[in-house]
């Protein structure tokens, strides 16, 4: 199942995923002000993309061919308000919902921001807007677990399930498979990718300058 675009760099565009947002969090327990754009001042605690699946389904097709068209978001309002399915996606589904924060502290100093006083970040996949937000949920659980879980209700403590603590989790690591630097202030983005979108100052959509206007980091 995917969920936003990452070639959209417009609001119009963005809103087919209404549900894809961006919280400056104030703290880490903040939960109101979402965007769906990059925010536009520095986060005290860091800045979080939260990514909201479709809760609907059509009732017959597993996975369309893009991987979308099989779900969809409430007719209106939202599913935690309890919102109706559209007559097209009748069958209400429990929700995938992801938060990540992204620890942008040490750039909250806006003399390391541009001139004209832009955010400085951007995604790896080109888009400063924010408006390219997207994910994807590729069903990984073994046998009857997830459902033994939804049965149980579980809400953090899930006894019905084995489980492993955080720190062992992130002794699985990966290999770096491609030879490239992704550290400290770059020239350009991983990959020779391209920065594209409407910018500050800028409605046309043209491409920024080759010096890149963003801060990077690990």
Same mark, same amino acid.
């Given at each position: 199942m995917v969920v936003g675009n990452p070639i959209y760099r417009t609001a119009a565009e963005?809103?087919?995923?209404?549900?894809l947002t961006f919280t400056c969090l104030d703290t880490m327990l903040t939960r109101t002000g979402e965007t769906s754009d990059m925010p536009k001042q520095p986060c005290k605690e860091g800045i979080m993309a939260n990514v909201r699946f479709p809760t609907c389904w059509d009732g017959k097709t597993l996975d369309a061919p893009?991987? /979308?068209?099989? $779900?969809?978001?409430?007719? #209106?309002? %939202?599913? &935690? #308000? *309890?919102? +109706?399915?559209?007559s097209t996606h009748p069958v209400r589904i429990p929700q995938v919902f992801y938060e990540v924060v992204w620890d942008t502290r040490k750039f909250n100093d806006k003399a390391l921001w541009p001139d004209d006083g832009s955010q400085p970040f951007v995604w790896s996949y080109g888009d400063f807007t924010g408006y390219g937000t997207h994910g994807?949920? $590729?069903? *990984?659980?073994?046998?009857?677990a997830?459902?033994?879980?939804?049965? /149980?209700?579980?809400?953090? +403590?899930?006894?019905?399930?084995?489980?492993? #603590?955080?720190?062992?989790?992130n002794l699985c690591?990966?290999?770096?498979? $491609?030879? &490239?630097?992704?550290?400290?202030?770059?020239? &350009?983005?991983?990959? +020779?990718?391209? $920065? %594209?979108?409407?910018?500050?100052?800028? #409605?046309?959509? +043209?491409?920024?300058p080759s010096v890149l206007r963003f801060v990077g980091s690990n």
């Amino acid at each position: 199942m995917v969920v936003g675009n990452p070639i959209y760099r417009t609001a119009a565009e963005a809103s087919k995923y209404r549900q894809l947002t961006f919280t400056c969090l104030d703290t880490m327990l903040t939960r109101t002000g979402e965007t769906s754009d990059m925010p536009k001042q520095p986060c005290k605690e860091g800045i979080m993309a939260n990514v909201r699946f479709p809760t609907c389904w059509d009732g017959k097709t597993l996975d369309a061919p893009n991987h /979308s068209d099989h $779900v969809a978001y409430p007719a #209106s309002g %939202t599913f &935690e #308000s *309890g919102g +109706a399915c559209p007559s097209t996606h009748p069958v209400r589904i429990p929700q995938v919902f992801y938060e990540v924060v992204w620890d942008t502290r040490k750039f909250n100093d806006k003399a390391l921001w541009p001139d004209d006083g832009s955010q400085p970040f951007v995604w790896s996949y080109g888009d400063f807007t924010g408006y390219g937000t997207h994910g994807d949920y $590729v069903f *990984g659980w073994k046998g009857d677990a997830l459902q033994r879980a939804m049965d /149980s209700n579980c809400d953090g +403590a899930c006894p019905t399930l084995k489980t492993q #603590s955080i720190a062992t989790g992130n002794l699985c690591k990966q290999d770096k498979k $491609v030879a &490239e630097n992704i550290d400290g202030w770059l020239s &350009e983005l991983p990959g +020779a990718i391209v $920065v %594209t979108g409407p910018q500050p100052g800028n #409605s046309t959509g +043209a491409l920024i300058p080759s010096v890149l206007r963003f801060v990077g980091s690990n």
